[in-house]
């Protein structure tokens, strides 16, 4: 997989998490390579959602596209 192809399922991945949770960011959802729990932690705070439940949304959105 190319970093191209990789930035391309991310940014799909967004979009689906941006549906669940509309009050996100782009900000929020900037992912940095080895920045797995900050990015966990944006979401749970701007969400409210339990750490495993922004973990299982970002699973399954990650799915919607291919990319796991």
Do not use: P
């Not at 949304?57 to 799915?63: M, N």
């Amino acid at each position: 997989m190319t970093k191209l192809e990789i930035k391309g399922d991310w940014n799909i991945t967004k979009g689906v998490l941006k549906q669940k949770w509309a009050k996100l960011t782009d900000d929020d959802l900037q992912y940095v390579e080895g920045k797995n729990d900050e990015l966990l932690g944006r979401i749970q705070k701007r969400t409210g959602e339990s750490r495993e439940a922004v973990a299982k949304a970002i699973k399954d959105a990650c799915g919607a596209c291919g990319c796991k």
